[in-house]
């Protein structure tokens, strides 16, 4: 029987029951669907759901141990996270060191329950699909580690986030206060150090203070991801536990070892931790330290509108992060109040004529006497390169190079108020872009590290690999490293969010109805693209 594969990057036939080759696939590819035209369940936990011409999935992985258990609803989806047991059926279990942790003594459930799953979708009406779920992240009743076999290792790549030393310290921590594990190995400049720096140790004593300074203890680094001598590098040392602290590139790199140490057979957990200013991971609420950083942009943002205010004609222009999303500039727009216009790239904006820039900026000149612009680097990006002839350059992981577009604006502002409208503005420009970045992360940033870690330390010590940790609807789950990778998170306009941002600050949409008509259908696709896989 001939049958569809979909998922939401691609889609194969394949034929049902599967051969080998099938259920390989199957086994390998972390989130596929199936379309099933008949019933079938097979034996610890690979159920597939048994409802004419549904489409669900083909759980990825048996989690070794576990089992979801009883019937599933026929519109239940489980994006489960591979186990070392899918590669390594004999691996023995052990019960785990929590059981006996005075911390945990009190605690009315110290072990998720393996049924507990996190829905990502949460508002649903009375008959629409469940939608995809994802495994609950916390401590398992059973370890594939014992603590003195434990080889950890922690790497950080590409850029800085205010937090990543929290992660670190408390994953160090963690193994040790929880599971008894002594000593992890720090790997120094990011990818690259695995197989061109030595290692250092990082004890509970050596991390105790490092949350309180900025940056990244180990270094970081852009490039230098090389599968194979990393893994042969975990080979050569023993490691058998890596955390990988990174945003979405540092993700798939995580993914790629992953599938070489389960091509060698190698007992390892590969563990994600998602890290990225800009808050453009997919499916997790949010990545750490984006609220910190949009607390310290109000320094920038107050900065400029005291300055504006103080002259006159002041016009004020704040460039923030974001390379391909705009969620640090909206958000430090949202909370700010002294923010008259905000562009981001997702939303695109034209500085001449009717409704355009220009005409805002002189419409609240001549009413409030000064204005403020808080810019997403990222935005804008196509005018800056025509302006200035520029060619598009990529940074060593192979990411776009920006153009300064804060300069840019500032420059056309100039040029369009002191030679076509012959009026004296006051521009003051504002670049604190690092400076957000480069700070260490505040209190509840640092309380959401300490999830995020002992999170990660949870799942690889209960043996599962090839995930990423983060919250989903404020629960912390196990993604499937893939599944954070496939798509980038942008703001979308079709969401209701942006509407308040353009409601608060009431500026120009800049969007005309072809844009808006553009967007919504984009939008109604995605929605069927997803109720195709979600729904049955
Ligand atoms: N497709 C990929 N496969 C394997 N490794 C990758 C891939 N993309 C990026 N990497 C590696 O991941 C590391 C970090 O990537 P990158 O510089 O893009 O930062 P990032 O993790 O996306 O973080 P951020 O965007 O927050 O700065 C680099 O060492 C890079 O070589
Ligand atoms: O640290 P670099 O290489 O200058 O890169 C800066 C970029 O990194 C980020 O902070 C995260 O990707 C972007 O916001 C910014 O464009
Ligand atoms: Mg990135």
Redesign the pocket.
Known sequence: METTLTSASHSLSVSWPPSSSTRRFASVSSFSFVKLGITKQSSLGRKLISRQNCLTKVRASTDGAVNVKGEQNDDFVLEDVPHLTNFLPDLPSYPSPLKKSQAYAIVKRTFVSPEDMVAQKIVVQKDSPRGIHFRRAGPREKVYFKPEEVRACIVT?????PGINTVMREIVCGLSNMYGVNGVLGIQG???GFYSKNTIQLTSKSVNDIHKRGGTFLQ??????D?NKIVDNIQDRGINQVYII???????????IYKEVERRGLKVAVAGIP????N?IAVIDK?FGFDTAVEEAQRAINAAHVEVESVENGVGIVKLMG?YSGFIAMHATLASRDVDCCLIPESPFYLEGQGGLFEFVEERLKENGHMVIVLAEGAGQEYVAQSWHAAAEK?????RLLLDVGLWLTQKIKDHFTNVRKMAINMKYIDPTYMIRAIPSNASDNIYCTLLAQNAVHGAMAGYTGFTVGPVNSRHAYIPINRV?ETQNTVKLTDRMWARLLTSTNQPSFLSCEVVQERVNAEIFDEINSMKITSI
Request: hydrophobic fraction near 15%.
């Open positions: 790549c590409g850029g800085l986030c990011g990818y690259r970081t680094s852009r490039g230098g991801h599968t990174g945003g979405d590139g540092t993700q798939k790199g995580a993914a790629a890290k990225t200013i800009d453009d990545s390379r940074d060593a992981s192979g990411n990778t």
